[in-house]
Each structure stands twice: as C-alpha cells, then as structure tokens.
C-alpha cells in the first residue's frame, strides 16, 4: 500500500472517530453505547427500545445504531410531549365551557336569589370538584365564586403550557440535531469509502 493510500485510510478512520466523538458528546447516546458495550442495555422506559449488541459491529455501524437509538427516543419523547400539550389543551377548553355554562346560568331569572343551573353544568361543576352534581341552584355570589375558580385553574394550567411549549420546542431541536448528525456521519463515511476506493484504482 503506497503513501497515499495510507494517508487516505488514516483520513477516513479519522473521520469516523470525530463523527463518533461528536454523537457521544450526547449524554443519552454515551449512556446507550456505556450499557451495550457493558451487556447491561435493557429496555428504556421512555422509548421501549431494545439492547444494542456491538460485539460484531464495525465502528460506522456500532455508532449508527447507538444513533438511530438515540433519534427513536427523541422521537418517542416528542409524542409525549405533544399529547401532553393537547391534554392540556382539553382541559383548558372544558373549564372554558364550564365558565361559559355558569354566565348562561347567571342571565337568566333569578327565584328567591338563587339561580338554577342544568343537569349538565352540574355535572361539571362536581367534575371540577366545586360542588357536589346534586345541587342545581346557586346564588350569584357562589357562581361568581366558581368563576374565580376556573379562572385560577385555567392560569395554572396556561402557566403550565408554556412550559410544555418550551419542552416541546427543545426536544425539537434535539430531534433535529440528531436527524443531522446522523444524516452527516453517513455522507462523511460514504466520501470516505469513495475516496479509498478512488485512490485504490
């Protein structure tokens, strides 16, 4: 093998071991490749993916899969993330609907100063834990009160959402990056086996 060969083999190993090193810069990918090399990889709670087995792998390929593995988890923590931002999203709307029932309830007329609400609204009103499904007449203080109430919740929960917006953006990025990382390391190591293979002719 002459000079140039050589170097040209020495740049394509050279190139595996910084792709290598930049996906394992990520904390979850270094834990994937620390178990499997380990034997001790089992199945991961957020994502349900599998032992990685190394032993007969090529360093491009031990570092795919332990990629590949880590995009399937981002991709598995995303879909929960984004079912939680539409729980949320639901809960939101019903305690809008609620609010909504309960300023139906106070047009109405009011008999001896209390207003009588439907079995639906009461319903909603015990599934909020404000009061119990079989009391069908409020005042307009206490249906003012659950106003408040819901108001409150609903702040709670819009709080809440933003923080799951930020989550849901960062897991993202991070499903994003590791689309990117592994889509370079593959067009890295194709130019280097045809630049070996080049020089080889």
Known sequence: MNRKMILST??????????????????????SVKQ??????TNNS?????????????LE???????????????T????QIQDVQKRNEEIA???????????????????????????????LAAEGIADASKKEYTAEELNQATEKL??????????QQMDMLRLQSMTNKRNEAFDVMTNFIKKMEESRSSIIGNMR
């Open 94 to 124: 019903k305690k809008n609907d609620t609010m909504a029932g309960i300023n139906s309830a106070l047009t109405g007329e009011a008999v001896d100063g209390k207003y009588s609400i439907s079995d639906d609204l009461a319903g909603k």
């Open 151 to 160: 108001k409150g919740s609903i702040d709670s929960l819009s709080n809440s």
């Open 46 to 58: 957020i994502g349900g993916i599998g032992q990685i087995d190394l032993s007969s792998m090529d």
């Open 36 to 41: 499997a090399v380990g034997g001790s990889a």
């Open 10 to 31: 020495a740049a394509s190993l050279l190139v595996g071991v910084v792709a290598g090193t930049g996906i394992m810069m990520n904390d979850q990918a270094y834990q």
């Open 61 to 75: 390929s031990a570092l795919m899969a332990v990629q590949q593995q880590r995009s399937q988890m981002l991709d």
């Open 77 to 80: 923590q995303l879909n929960n």
